[in-house]
């Protein structure tokens, strides 16, 4: 069941063989909507450069050898060589038939599965999540859906910030309040407040005004990084709480990380010394004023001089470089890698290539290994700026997605008293955290938005709430059909122009989904599923469903839509957003 570009560009290529020769079989047809037609074909310009013709000519040529008579009625020339296509309406009722069949809705299995491993979420242990880690978690978890959909196999990796000289600082603090405090306790519902008391702490001893904390600390980090066992066990008992905090973001959220996911830089302590090593072995990496080193080729600052990456400090510490290179390891090594996408901040972009460049040079990032930075824009307010509060402080990721969910309730208490507390409650969730997921995901990764409330909660335009409303009216009217016996045909009905215009949104369902998945770029469903739920709306308004007397063309009509309904919360689902059953 190919989608209609697939189909048109199997017969036009076929078509070129036969009228140009088999050295222009793979030319593209370069298929794409028309604003006159269903689909045009422009490749007579391209291919009348390169056999010296007239456009116009050529179009005619490929006219006459093409064969669509059981796909489209006859192609016309248009302008200086387009030929504008118009698909038949009975084709059209048949690929919509076999796609309401199948139940992966038209998603071939892939030939050959691959391994992705996705980093991303990374938030620090003992310091709150902020607006800052919503993009990265919401779209490297819509990445792993989709591949999941697609018949791969996602690896999650979320590298946390759980080492380094903090954590001294962070121990200190806890054995003098206590493990088992009220202060220990803010580890699980406001980290930000015992790291900023334990920072405190250090700036104090470090100015001379309070005792010698900075020095337990100090010491502390050494015998933690020794191995001490008490220290391991203290540091663990941190990181324990700071899951639970993790997980009440991770489930309101509604994203797919677990525990099982963790791979934070602690799990490539016991690495460092042999990434080192062997990078120095190789002659890679070098002693560059007590660093050790290494040069990229093709990375200079601005000086012109070569910019060195370093992977262990004068002091004999190790960077996060250098667990990035181990990470890099481990994940083709022993992961089994075929690609690795890294859903992190766009100012990480020059550390990534450099990273890349070191680990294809040293043999551990194979050629047909792909890497890539899947790079993150930022979330601004209304000033243009960073989105923080009012004090200047990076906003609260848990204050933010609650406000969505009270602003949400606000409006569904209003609309819908009748339904039972418990399911108004849940629809709130729903619209709230899904309008702000949608929000973000439909707008270009590497792009900034400016986080608007208002308009993601909307009912109207490019929002969830939009689609999620599309679905819940479906389900609707399936309900209404089910109470008056109405049962929907086992093909959807195709014959209008609403009607061809719909399932036609529908048959490309299959390729957007594959792209997004292959480009890494979840802004590309969202586009779609917008565009889809827009034909939708202009169907449901052009052909009535259950007001038609025809009995044929309402279980026709219905079938169309729940076909509809199926698209649109597969989409919805892959991008992790919800569809309630009723809005």
């Known amino acids: 069941m190919p989608a209609p570009e697939i189909a048109l560009t199997e017969r036009f290529q076929s078509a070129f063989a036969a009228a140009f020769g088999p050295e222009h079989a793979q030319a593209d047809p370069i298929i794409r909507p028309s604003q006159f037609a269903d689909f045009q074909c422009n490749a007579a310009m391209g291919l009348a450069k390169t056999l010296g013709r007239k456009p116009r000519d050529i179009a005619a040529d490929i006219l006459a050898a093409v064969e669509l008579d059981d796909i489209a009625e ?7 060589g387009f030929l504008n296509i ?5 084709w059209i009722a048949s690929q919509a038939a076999e796609l309401a069949a199948d139940d992966r809705l038209g998603l071939p299995l892939p030939e050959r599965p691959r391994t992705v491993v996705i980093d991303y979420s990374a938030p620090n242990v003992a310091k709150e999540m902020h607006v800052g880690h919503l993009r990265t978690t919401v779209v490297g978890d819509s990445i792993a859906r989709t591949l999941e959909k697609l018949g791969h196999t996602p690896v999650r990796q979320n590298h946390i910030g759980d080492w380094g000289t903090p954590f001294g600082m962070l121990i200190e603090h806890l054995l003098e309040v206590g493990e088992d405090s009220a202060e220990a306790d803010l580890l699980r519902t406001d980290p930000n407040a015992f790291y900023q008391a334990a920072r405190a702490k250090f700036d104090a001893s470090e100015s001379g005004s309070d005792g010698d904390f ?20 203290i540091w663990t008992d941190l990181v324990e709480l700071s899951k639970q905090y993790f997980h009440r973001i991770y489930d309101l959220l509604d994203v797919t990380l677990r525990d099982e996911h963790l791979a934070g830089e602690s799990t490539y302590n016991d690495q460092l010394e042999a990434v080192c090593a062997d990078l120095e072995a190789a002659g890679i990496a070098r002693i560059s004023d007590g660093a050790l080193c290494v040069f990229p080729e093709g990375f200079t600052g601005r000086d012109g001089q070569p910019l060195p990456l370093i992977i262990r400090k004068s002091d004999g510490g190790y960077g996060y470089a250098t667990t990035d290179l181990a990470a890099v390891r481990h994940r083709v090594r022993d992961l089994g890698a075929d690609a690795i996408a890294y859903v992190v901040g766009s100012a990480q972009e020059l ?19 792909r890497a890539e930075h899947v790079k993150i824009g930022s979330v601004l307010g209304e000033d243009g700026k960073i989105l923080r509060t009012r004090s200047g402080a990076s906003l609260r990721l848990m ?45 270009a990764h590497d792009s900034d ?6 308009r993601m909660l909307a009912l109207t335009g490019n929002t969830a709430p939009y689609l999620q409303y599309a679905v819940a009216r479906i389900r609707s009217i399936s309900r209404r059909a089910a109470a008056e016996g109405v049962t929907a045909a086992a093909a959807p009905l195709v014959e209008n122009d609403a009607e061809r215009a719909l399932a036609l949104a529908l048959l490309e369902f299959a390729p957007v989904l594959t792209q997004t998945g292959e480009d890494y770029e979840p802004h590309r469903l969202c586009a779609y599923l917008f565009s889809l739920a827009q034909a939708f709306t202009a169907f449901y308004e052009a052909s009535p469903i259950l007001k038609e007397s025809d009995e044929v063309l309402r279980a026709g009509r219905l079938a169309l839509a729940q076909l509809t309904e199926r698209v649109l ?6 991008l992790g957003v919800d569809a309630p059953a009723q809005m």
Do not use: C, N
Request: proline share 6%; aromatic share 6%.
């Open 569 to 574: 919360v597969e989409g919805l689902d892959a």
């Open 214 to 233: 900075a020095a337990r600390a100090r010491r502390r980090v050494a015998t933690l990084q020794s191995g001490d066992p008490e220290s391991l066990r």
């Open 449 to 454: 938005y400016t986080f608007d409330l208002d």
């Open 351 to 369: 550390h990534f290539q450099m990273v890349f460049a070191i680990a294809r040079e040293a043999g551990w990032l194979p050629a047909e290994v």
């Open 86 to 90: 118009r698909l038949r309406t009975d």
């Open 74 to 80: 006859t192609p016309e020339i248009a302008g200086p």
């Open 399 to 443: 204050a933010l997605l609650e406000e969505a969910v009270t602003t949400a309730r606000t409006v569904i208490d209003e609309l819908r008293p009748d339904l039972p507390e418990a399911e108004r409650a849940q629809i709130a969730r729903s619209i709230g955290i899904g309008g702000v997921k949608y929000a973000d995901l439909s707008t």
